[in-house]
């Protein structure tokens, strides 16, 4: 196959800028899925916080990564399937494995909590992902930030749950973002979405909140309604 001209010169700047051991080690520890700040990938690659910027620079100039900025935090994360799909293949050429991403969270908080009012945690990662999967989000990427709207099947999805979208429209906030959870490091709902669908979920009994505590716990209504309303198992 013929390489066009321009092609092979952007080829070389990409393979340029994954062949330096440092940038390889932040790369392969964004394959899990999960975003890191500058400072845990400085930690990762062995490097000084200067030094980790100019290596996130370079990586993000060659759309490799992408910054996802929330509130005064940056996190990066590999810019899409692609690029996961190339450093898989050129892991299994040099017959490297990398590690998995262990949250240090409290387990209890880990699993389920709100994130000010809104749901947040592992079930409200799966529940962003299943929405997402039944095509019931639509997007449209923003200064580094997913924004979403409902497609037609997700407002009647959630008008039959007795969301009134109407309202929720209306309120002076944005109406829908991937808010990055801290634990999870993938977006769960934020937003005015996110909040109407928390407050299904407890007015459902689907998760009770503990007294004094931002911790949920999943009833086993909750765990069957939402096997068969989203096809999230939990």
């Known amino acids: 196959m013929n390489v066009e001209p321009q092609t092979d010169l ?8 994954i ?30 916080p200067s030094t980790a910027s100019a290596h996130l620079n370079r990586l993000q100039k060659e759309r490799l990564i992408k910054v996802f900025v929330q509130g005064k935090h940056r996190y990066y994360s590999l ?18 494995s990398s590690d998995k991403f262990l ?22 990662v799966q529940l962003h992902n299943c929405l997402k999967k039944l095509g019931w ?16 099947k997700g407002t009647k999805g959630l008008e039959l ?16 973002y991937a808010c990055l959870d801290w634990s999870e490091r993938q977006p769960h709902i934020g937003g005015a979405l996110g909040a109407a669908i928390l407050k299904i979920a407890l ?20 765990k069957r309604e939402m096997s ?4 999230l198992q939990i």
Not at 10 to 17: D, G, L, M, S
Not at 79 to 96: P, R
Request: with cysteine.
């Open 10 to 17: 952007v080829i070389a700047r990409i393979a340029a800028a």
């Open 19 to 48: 062949g330096e051991p440092a940038r390889v080690r932040m790369l392969y520890c964004l394959l899990d899925g999960h975003a890191r700040t500058a400072t845990e990938l400085a930690v990762v690659a062995d490097v000084t």
């Open 79 to 96: 810019e899409g399937s692609d690029v996961a799909s190339a450093l898989e293949g050129l892991s299994v050429i040099a017959g490297g």
């Open 103 to 124: 949250p240090n969270t409290p387990s209890q908080l880990r699993d389920a909590r709100t994130c000010y009012d809104h749901m947040a945690g592992t079930l409200g």
């Open 137 to 152: 989000l639509s997007t449209d990427s923003k200064r580094g930030v997913d924004e979403y709207g409902l497609t037609s």
């Open 161 to 176: 749950l007795g969301t009134d979208l109407e309202s929720i429209r209306m309120q002076r906030r944005r109406f829908a």
């Open 203 to 222: 007015k459902r009994k689907w998760v009770v909140q503990e007294f004094d505590s931002r911790a949920l716990n999943i009833t086993n209504l909750g």
């Open 228 to 231: 068969t309303r989203f096809g």
